[in-house]
């Protein structure tokens, strides 16, 4: 059974940079066959998809071209996790945060982390 | 980027009666190699993260009552409920995964008349 458990703060003041870890248990970040991601949910943005880490011989990331610029989604195999790094944040970054095991479909999440960027 | 859109935003059905739940891709996402829909269907219940119900458009995901059924092809699908439940209370929304960056539908809320 896979479970993702996130972990990180729930406030940050803007311009900072917000940061949040997931570890995975019952599977490998460094698996073959599937990608990790951080997806956020907001009353004005809806679901987003914010990006990926996957391996396949080597290390890949994607991003959203929304927050390339500020994005950076690293994995930790030595501890078999993954992180979001977001720069610069605005309050229009405050969301709940979710990470996520994707095989074809989202099907296993963290419990999300609700982030407030606020002074 | 594709652009999915859900329809109706909200509705309201009885115990028992049937709900359906439109989503329209703004290009396929029919992969005409395998011939596979790329395209999920999530319920999302207050508090909690979205669940799969539907994968490849129309396969259920595991423990996923029967009631529940997607359908559909190219740019047009449907999730239905056949008897809707009370534990159904939720927001359903659908994804693609044809190609980057995934997109999400706008949610569907539905709720009991």
């Known amino acids: 059974q896979v479970q993702l458990q996130q972990s990180g703060p729930g406030l940050v003041k803007p311009s900072q940079t917000l940061s949040l870890t997931c570890a995975i248990s019952?599977?490998?970040?460094?698996?073959?066959?599937?990608?990790w991601i951080w997806i956020r949910q907001s009353p004005s943005r809806g679901l987003e998809w914010l990006g990926r880490?996957?391996?396949?011989?080597?290390?890949?990331?994607d991003y959203a071209v929304s927050v390339k610029s500020r994005i950076t989604i690293n994995p930790d195999t030595s501890k078999n996790q993954f992180s979001l790094q977001l720069n610069s944040v605005t309050p229009e970054d405050t969301a709940v945060y979710y990470c996520?095991?994707?095989?074809?479909?989202?099907?296993?999440w963290g419990q999300g982390t609700l982030v407030t960027v606020s002074s | 980027d594709i652009v999915m859109t859900q329809s109706p935003d909200s509705l309201a059905v009885s115990l028992g009666e049937r709900a359906t739940i439109n989503c329209k891709s703004s290009?396929?996402?029919?992969?005409?190699?395998?011939?596979?829909?790329?395209l999920t269907w999530y319920q999302q219940k207050p508090g909690q993260p979205p669940k799969v119900l539907i994968y490849?458009?129309?396969t259920r995901a595991s423990g996923v009552p029967d009631r529940f059924s997607g359908s559909g092809s190219g740019t047009d699908f449907t999730l239905t409920i056949s008897s809707l439940q009370a534990e159904d209370v939720a927001v359903y929304y659908c994804?693609?995964?044809?190609?980057?960056?995934?997109?999400f539908g706008q949610g569907t809320k539905v709720e009991i008349k």
């Open positions: 290009q396929s996402v029919l992969y005409n190699s395998n011939n596979k829909n790329y």
């Open positions: 994804q693609q995964y044809y190609n980057i960056p995934r997109t």
């Open positions: 880490t996957y391996y396949r011989s080597k290390w890949y990331s």
């Open positions: 019952g599977d490998s970040v460094s698996s073959n066959s599937v990608a």
């Open positions: 490849w458009a129309s």
């Open positions: 996520a095991r994707e095989m074809g479909a989202f099907d296993y």
